[in-house]
T-cell receptor, first 112, second 115 residues
Framework: DQQVKQNSPSLSVQEGRISILNCDYT??????FLWYKKYPAEGPTFLIS?????DKNEDGRFTVFLNKSAKHLSLHIVPSQPGDSAVYFC???????????FGQGTRLTINP | DTGVSQDPRHKITKRGQNVTFRCDPI?????LYWYRQTLGQGPEFLTYFQNEAQLEKSRLLSDRFSAERPKGSFSTLEIQRTEQGDSAMYLC?????????????FGPGTRLTVL
């Protein structure tokens, strides 16, 4: 039972344009959502998070949107840069729980 | 400085052998986690420590797996009688108590290959 799903295995975007990565979840107990970025041969690096009481959180070029009724969140990167090429994981956590539940990841490629 | 470190970075072993991995968390972090990641999947939770107490274990953690965190500092993950299905990246993460978003900081991982 995949509680967090990233249905796009890969995404290719031109440099300077907007990248939109999507994530769906099924567990209504999830309270916190996080995005991680992973380069080859490195561990995942925390990018941005959002609480279920908010619908948007912004940090520089990165914005996460949460639609609780649709159980959907998205990560927007504007403008996209070549260094953003990586695998992006969506993760969720229920209040009081310690484990993160991850999606399968989306490989983002930024083309010059 | 420092981030989470893991040792070794790569391990190749033959089926049936035992292996042990080490994780050193960020020094002021009292929570430590182990995850496993296979190709094309996201990390899957294995177990969690708060200080030296192991507070949660996934059903993925079979009897052949054991984790310890003596004195609440570094942690070890041992796999006994390895099987080919154990081949994966083993990730360690740590976090600070009171971190409401449950932001966890990951190490580079140990890639295990079982022949």
């Amino acid at each position: 039972d995949q509680q967090v799903k990233q249905n796009s295995p890969s995404l290719s975007v031109q440099e300077g344009r907007i990248s939109i990565l999507n994530c769906d979840y099924t567990n209504s107990m999830f309270d916190y959502f996080l995005w991680y970025k992973k380069y080859p041969a490195e561990g995942p690096t925390f990018l941005i998070s959002i609480s279920s009481i908010k619908d948007k959180n912004e940090d520089g070029r990165f914005t996460v949107f949460l639609n609780k009724s649709a159980k959907h969140l998205s990560l927007h990167i504007v403008p996209s840069q070549p260094g953003d090429s990586a695998v992006y994981f969506c993760a969720a956590s229920a209040q009081g729980a310690q484990k993160l539940v991850f999606g399968q990841g989306t490989r983002l490629t930024i083309n010059p | 400085d420092t981030g989470v470190s893991q040792d070794p970075r790569h391990k190749i072993t033959k089926r049936g052998q035992n292996v042990t991995f080490r994780c050193d968390p960020i020094s002021e972090h009292n929570r430590l986690y182990w995850y496993r990641q296979t190709l094309g999947q996201g990390p899957e939770f294995l177990t969690y420590f708060q200080n030296e107490a192991q507070l949660e274990k996934s059903r993925l953690l079979s009897d052949r797996f054991s984790a310890e965190r003596p004195k609440g500092s570094f942690s070890t993950l041992e796999i006994q009688r390895t099987e080919q299905g154990d081949s994966a990246m083993y990730l360690c993460a740590s976090s600070r108590r009171g971190n409401i978003y449950n932001e966890q900081f990951f190490g580079p991982g140990t890639r295990l290959t079982v022949l």
